[in-house]
């Protein structure tokens, strides 16, 4: 079974900030970190590989040094990577974002499973995954709590939805999204990342793909538009107590106990 | 459409400027190549601003999309087999406001089997037309017929705004159907607005830091977004009885490539989404056998505990405890956040809390810019005391 698994680089913090006086952007210090969910995914992909043969194939769309996140996972055990990167795919939207990574994977070459992470740190949609599906024309499954089996051709899971959980037959080729409850992931081998082989990534820019159109890539390609940002607004009422701690617990107490919580 | 550099303007001190005020780090700069910026760019055009006239944002003319096409606010109906979410009523209540700004109608489609009598009760909500697609192949929630389904109502009923609950159904349905119409859709929306030009505002944090972005789809219809459960309120009822507009399914419509096994109703648990009174725990609590302090506090309030994803992370809470963008939004009468340093992610989900105390060590923490009462202390010195206290006052 040949396995594929979206993976992102996301900034080690996720703490840009507004600077209050420029009303500025400021940038995080911390340097960039595989997507912590996107690990369940891979280690779910490794561990259908040890059960049912395959590879394990790895794809990320983002600039050069997004190869780095590729590189964490061949030392997981992935056995050859993507990256996808070129200018033209910058700004892009839950729209454009899916529809490059759809192409990566068609150029990828034939797959039969896709798996996501539940979502990214940064970008926090969870949405990449079912349009990236849609993209593909092919059936997914979200929120994919358990994996059980493969047969004839279909992967049997389990999935959250709300107030219950739910057993699918998916026919594949077909896309399901992790989450953190799936498995454990292991951790990346010494051994694999001293006999590290550059050659296992292979990057890829709009001209390898498909369909070239540039108006369907990054900005171009979003119909979404951020009009601006800005600082989450404060709350009005706002009260800072300040003692030492027995003062604290009894302003507290008094506090909770004048609003009838006590 | 993009930013655009005018190489002739940049010099070496400007190229080496911009370069390092770039958030996304998405600038480089050398003399030999002189000035790019990379796709890590999130055009926060912040070297617009800063780059005297070497970077300017030029926008395209694309063809326009003809918006007096597109009428109307939908809500998508969540339910479970005829039990309607709550989250639904809060987006009609919603959609009424939004709809009224250019007098458009607030439409509402349900899809399921044997929900006709159901559907009524979208009206009493605040729904001026009700469609719904029954049919026996559309029982269970399966990705394809129901793309399939919301797909061709769109496409045949042509609403301008569309508003899903971001459950987890909900947040796999509407990113396929939006794909499938390459339209835009913005996730978990904590504000929204409608303009004189039937541009729905969509505001919610972004960049994953304490940003807010005010999002707009301005070329597209119809314009997606989604909402978590307890954002807005829910309206009050009104008493009515209107039948529903009945649509045609067709075979075509229920191919499925996947099949339903099994259905296991989770064991009922209190959600914390329901919860009046909510102790939260933050990083500010250093180890998993320390939540025992915290529980003993919110036992004698009678409370729900909370926590914040790094929690989750660590498994130390299940992710329904979870409060925040990717957990829970809660809407308490009482929040007490306890060692929750209050990123924006988290915030976002509490805001709707009619009360909230916090206790940080740190005064700069951003969770006192929400509090009503920020307690600046150690909550290994206040929480043990305030418990010994409200057991003594008993």
């Known amino acids: ?262 | 459409m993009g930013l655009v550099i005018h190489k002739e303007k940049v010099t070496a001190e400007l190229g080496e400027k911009l370069k390092s005020i770039c958030p996304f780090g998405a600038i480089s700069y050398d003399v030999s190549n002189g000035l790019s910026i990379g796709m890590g760019c999130k055009l926060c055009k912040l070297c617009v601003k800063k780059g005297e006239g070497a970077v300017t944002f030029e926008e395209e003319q694309a063809p326009k999309v003809d918006k007096s096409l597109w009428n109307g606010v939908l809500v998508f109906c969540e339910h479970f087999h005829g039990k309607i979410h709550n989250v639904t009523f809060e987006l009609l209540g919603k959609a009424k406001e939004l709809a009224a700004v250019n007098g458009h109608k607030v439409l509402a489609l349900m899809i399921g089997s044997d929900i006709k009598d159901k559907a009524k009760e979208l009206y009493c909500y605040g729904a001026d037309e009700v469609y719904v697609y029954d049919d026996p192949g559309l029982k269970d929630f399966l990705i394809e017929p129901y793309t399939n389904v919301f797909y061709s109502f769109i496409e045949e009923v042509k609403p301008s705004s569309i508003l899903v609950g971001a459950t987890n159904v909900g947040r796999s349905l509407a990113p396929r159907v939006a794909a499938r119409l390459k339209t835009g859709l913005t996730a978990d929306c904590t504000s929204l607005e409608m303009t004189k030009d039937t541009d729905l505002v969509q505001i919610r944090p972004a960049f994953g830091g304490n940003i807010m972005a005010r999002i707009m789809t301005p070329n597209h219809r119809p314009q997606f977004c989604t909402v978590r459960y307890k954002i807005f309120s829910k309206p009050e009822r009104v008493e009515c009885d209107k039948a529903p507009i009945m649509m045609k399914v067709t075979p075509q419509m229920l191919v499925s490539h996947a099949q339903l096994l099994d259905v296991e109703m989770k064991p009922e648990d209190i959600d914390i989404s329901e919860a009046e009174v909510i102790v939260q725990c933050g990083r500010g609590v250093k180890s998993k056998a320390d939540l025992a302090m915290v529980q003993e506090l919110a036992d004698l309030l009678g409370a729900r505990m909370a926590c914040t994803r790094p929690l989750v992370e660590n498994n130390w809470f299940d992710a329904k405890h979870q409060i925040g963008l990717s957990g829970r939004t809660v809407k308490p009468k009482l929040l007490i956040c306890v060692g929750v340093s209050g990123a924006v992610q988290t915030v976002a989900g509490m805001k709707g809390s009619d009360l909230i105390i916090a206790i940080n060590t740190d005064p700069k923490a951003p969770i006192f810019d929400v509090a009503n009462y920020g307690f600046v202390g150690d909550l290994y010195e206040i929480v043990p005391r305030l418990t010994k206290m409200i057991r003594e006052a008993r």
């Not at chain 1, 992935?78 to 033209?88: K, P, V």
């Not at chain 1, 404060?234 to 009260?239: A, I």
């Open chain 1, 1 to 262: 079974m040949d396995i594929l698994v979206c993976v992102k680089q996301v900034p080690g913090s996720s703490n840009v900030k507004v600077d209050e006086k420029t009303g500025l952007l400021v940038r995080p210090k911390k340097g960039n970190k595989l997507n912590p969910y996107d690990l369940f995914a891979i280690e779910a992909a490794l561990e259908l590989r040890e059960q049912y043969g395959g590879t394990v194939r790895i794809l990320t769309m983002g600039p050069p040094q997004a190869a780095e996140a590729l590189e964490e996972c061949l030392w997981m055990g992935c056995d050859e990577g993507f990256l996808i990167t070129d200018r033209a795919f910058g700004g892009a939207d839950v729209l454009a974002t899916s529809y490059t990574i759809s192409q990566g994977i068609r150029k990828a070459g034939p797959v039969d499973l896709i798996i996501c992470g539940k979502q990214t740190t940064d970008g926090d949609t969870a949405q990449v995954g079912a349009e990236t599906a849609e993209h593909l024309g092919i059936p997914h499954l979200s929120n994919v709590t358990r994996i059980l089996s493969v047969e004839d051709g279909s992967v049997v899971v389990e999935a959250n939805q709300e107030n219950m959980i739910v057993k699918e037959k998916i026919q594949m080729p077909c896309l399901i999204c992790t989450d953190s409850e799936v498995n454990t992931p292991r951790l990346p081998s010494y051994r694999r990342k001293k006999a590290m082989d550059d050659s296992l990534i292979h990057s890829f820019t709009l001209n390898d793909f498909e369909d070239k159109d540039n108006t369907h890539y990054g900005l171009k390609g979003s119909p979404t538009q951020v009009q601006k940002v800005f600082p989450p607004e404060k709350s009005t009422s706002r009260v800072m107590v300040e003692g030492s701690s027995e003062e604290l617990a009894e302003k507290l107490g008094k506090l909770l106990s004048e609003r009838k919580f006590i």
